[in-house]
């Protein structure tokens, strides 16, 4: 199954990451360099 994520970085530094099919549960966190983040885990 495909998924599909939105990433935006707001004015403060702060990252949304959006689930474009649902369209719901925007998640914020401020990632660092070199982090990475399990899409799995999150959808």
């Given at each position: 199954m495909e998924?599909?994520?939105e990433v935006f970085e707001n004015s403060g530094?702060?990252?949304r990451l959006i689930d474009r099919q649902r369209r719901?549960?925007?998640?914020?966190?401020?990632?660092l360099p070199g982090f990475s983040v399990e899409?799995?885990?999150i959808l």
């Open positions: 998924k599909w994520i530094g702060e990252f719901k549960g925007t998640i914020k966190s401020k990632l899409m799995d885990c």
